[in-house]
């Protein structure tokens, strides 16, 4: 069995931070890319940021500059430090993560069941 596991979120001031993690679990061999999602309320999931196994990364146009994904491998665990918010930053953000693992089921996604951001004075 695999499973991640957010940690992180809260209730923040307009322009204040918050860092986000997401520690997978389980009979793991190997990850490739993980990625953070998030979903406001009545609207559909978005990608946030991607980091692969490289290291590389990518953001969505909103949240450029402000947010920051890493990762650390020998803890199979991904971040996402996020700087200063914003009220439209309100939303369930969730982490996902390509894995192979030991159960022989080949590579699958898996997902967190997500942490709730809120951004508001």
């Known amino acids: 069995q695999v499973q991640l596991v957010e940690s992180g979120g809260g209730l923040v001031q307009p322009g204040g931070s918050l860092r986000l993690s997401c520690a997978a679990d389980?009979?793991?061999?190997?990850?490739?890319?993980m990625e953070w999602y998030r979903q406001a309320p009545g609207k559909e999931r978005e990608l946030v940021a991607t980091?692969?196994?490289?290291?590389?990364?990518n953001y969505a146009d909103s949240v450029k500059g402000r947010f920051t994904i890493s990762r650390d491998s020998a803890k199979d665990t991904v971040y996402l430090q996020m700087n200063s918010l914003k009220p439209e930053d309100t939303a369930v953000y969730y982490c996902?993560?390509?894995?192979?693992?030991?159960?022989?089921?080949?590579?699958?996604?898996?997902w967190g069941k997500g942490t709730l951001v809120t951004v508001s004075s």
């Open positions: 996902s993560a390509e894995i192979l693992s030991w159960a022989g089921a080949g590579w699958r996604v898996f």
């Open positions: 980091i692969t196994r490289s290291a590389d990364t």
């Open positions: 389980g009979s793991i061999s190997s990850i490739n890319a």
